[in-house]
């Protein structure tokens, strides 16, 4: 079946959506029933590119692709939507779509929130809770050139009993909600360093879970990559475009990709050993059809250096992707 291209201004109109055109995208209040947004936070996609039509909330999460809006709009069946999508969006004049012409596209509704996982028991932020840092903690967190304004911003805690005693606690919140987080003891006494969130906790999604995508800047069409939190707060310290960490190369669900192939480019720097190197391979071929992946040179990984270096590294990045971004842009743009 030949590609469509909907007309989402004309989408729009037809669903009584309004938006403000900014350039590849249109913005506005989320669509959602469910959703009673009062600062706009949704936006959908109007670039004729592989994502036209793509569109998604930043805080309920809902999002899917044209069908999904009208079905969720109209209150419709994903199949009669994309009929009446036909009708009076594209105006082909059909009586039904086979099975196969109806996109099988992800869809994320607000009823998502329903499958958030619980902040385990024993964490204490901070930020929120108003409570002290234990000294261990706050020392290892300072050792690690994580600032309060970065705790803050991350609502990084710690606990001191429980499965996770003894540990720094990073949430990863994504699409507004807690996701995945990753955990990391302030002693080295033999127990495991590293605990994270895993499939079998109720509501945890590791594979879906992208730290850093609720501070993404889409106006910005770079991300850099990293494989760990510390890491991509390193990146945030040197000033890095939209640093974000995907917790680790088995963690790359079709939800984590659909985020990260927003950007035009990714700038990935991912450690300097095996693991990450081919971390840096499966990123890329899962993304290179959506974005520009450039690999950034570490020579050793970002949170053990400091932020002249990880500046230095990510702006050479930058030098090196530019001729690819501006075709890019270009390509958006129809230019010649």
């Not at 910005?220 to 990146?235: I, L, P, S």
């Amino acid at each position: 079946m030949a590609r469509v291209i909907v007309p989402i201004a004309r989408l729009l109109a037809e669903l009584g959506i309004k938006a403000k055109r900014q350039g590849r995208l249109w913005k506005g209040l989320c669509p959602s029933p469910s959703h009673e947004d009062k600062h706009p936070s949704w936006s959908i996609v109007d670039d004729g590119g592989p994502r036209h039509g793509s569109h998604s909330c930043l805080s309920c999460g809902f999002g899917g692709g044209p069908w999904e809006l009208v079905a969720a709009v109209r209150d419709l069946p994903l199949d009669e939507a994309g009929v009446w999508c036909w009708k009076h969006i594209v105006g082909g004049q059909i009586k039904a779509l086979e099975d196969d012409d109806v996109p099988r596209l992800r869809v994320v509704l607000p009823a998502a929130r329903a499958t958030e996982m619980a902040m385990p028991r024993g964490v204490v932020v901070p930020s929120v809770d108003g409570g002290e840092w234990h000294p261990a903690a706050l020392a290892y967190l300072e050792k690690r050139g994580v600032p309060e304004w970065q705790r803050v911003r991350w609502h990084v805690g710690y606990t001191t009993h429980g499965i996770l005693a003894w540990r720094v606690f990073v949430p990863v919140y994504t699409r507004g909600l807690l996701l995945s987080y990753v955990a990391r003891a302030f002693f080295d006494d033999g127990r495991v360093r590293y605990r994270a969130g895993e499939r079998a906790e109720p509501g945890c999604r590791p594979e879906a879970a992208l730290w850093g995508e609720p501070g993404f800047d889409l106006d910005v069409r770079v991300a850099v990559v990293t494989e760990g939190v510390f890491k991509a707060m390193a990146m945030e310290r040197a000033e890095a475009p939209n640093p974000c960490a995907i917790l680790g190369a088995t963690n790359l669900g079709p939800e984590k990709v659909e985020l990260l192939a927003q950007f035009d480019a990714l700038l990935i720097a991912t450690d300097p050993d095996k693991a990450g190197h081919e971390c840096a391979e499966k990123l890329s071929d899962l993304l290179v059809r959506y974005a520009e992946p450039i690999r950034v040179e570490l020579t050793v990984s970002p949170d053990d250096a400091d932020e002249a270096t990880n500046g230095a590294v990510w702006r050479e990045a930058m030098r090196r992707a530019a001729p690819g971004l501006r075709a890019r842009r270009a390509a958006r743009l129809g230019a010649p």
